[in-house]
């Protein structure tokens, strides 16, 4: 699939179709099947703010993938939420269900509150350049 000509949605389908069809109980269902909503309404909401379809079907992907593998309700609610990393002094240390995509909106998100130090700004170029790897080259630095 070419991510960056679909919809965050059209990712999100077949997952819907396995948690409603498949052999699962039913609080696992309905666990999954909360969670994805909550997945899909912050994914509008990224959309409304005018992030690339490429990041959101990336996030979409990611986050399902996660959730499918999910049986806990304390994991769904670690999933759905976007993670921050943890700060050692030195680096940023992804968590585990940290998603480059999602860090990259963070980041710009945060970047409009207040200027990123200069930790910050690297760790933002560091996404950037693994995540969107065509769109850095036309950075001048």
Same mark, same amino acid.
């Given at each position: 699939?070419?991510? $960056? $000509?679909? &919809?965050?949605?059209?990712?999100?389908?077949?997952?819907?179709?396995?948690?409603?069809?498949? &052999?699962?109980?039913? /609080?696992?269902? +309905?666990?999954?099947?909360?969670?994805?909503?909550?997945? !899909? &309404?912050?994914?509008?909401?990224?959309?409304?703010?005018?992030?690339?379809?490429?990041?959101?079907?990336?996030?979409?992907? $990611?986050?399902?993938?996660?959730?499918?593998?999910?049986?806990?309700?304390? &994991?769904?609610? !670690?999933?759905?939420?976007?993670?921050?990393? /943890?700060?050692?002094?030195?680096?940023?240390?992804?968590?585990?269900?940290?998603?480059?995509?999602?860090?990259?909106?963070?980041?710009?998100?945060?970047?409009? $509150?207040?200027?990123?130090?200069?930790?910050?700004?690297?760790?933002?170029?560091?996404?950037?350049? !693994?995540?969107?790897?065509?769109?850095?080259?036309?950075?001048? +630095?």
């Amino acid at each position: 699939m070419d991510l $960056k $000509k679909m &919809d965050f949605t059209v990712v999100m389908i077949p997952y819907f179709a396995e948690v409603i069809a498949g &052999d699962i109980p039913d /609080h696992i269902r +309905f666990l999954r099947f909360e969670a994805m909503k909550r997945v !899909q &309404d912050s994914l509008c909401y990224y959309e409304k703010l005018g992030y690339m379809p490429k990041l959101l079907c990336a996030i979409a992907e $990611k986050k399902c993938e996660y959730i499918m593998a999910a049986t806990a309700k304390a &994991d769904m609610e !670690q999933i759905v939420k976007p993670r921050c990393p /943890h700060y050692d002094g030195n680096r940023f240390i992804p968590d585990k269900y940290g998603i480059p995509e999602e860090e990259i909106i963070c980041w710009s998100e945060t970047s409009l $509150k207040a200027p990123l130090n200069s930790e910050a700004c690297k760790r933002y170029l560091e996404l950037f350049q !693994q995540v969107l790897p065509e769109e850095s080259r036309l950075l001048p +630095f």
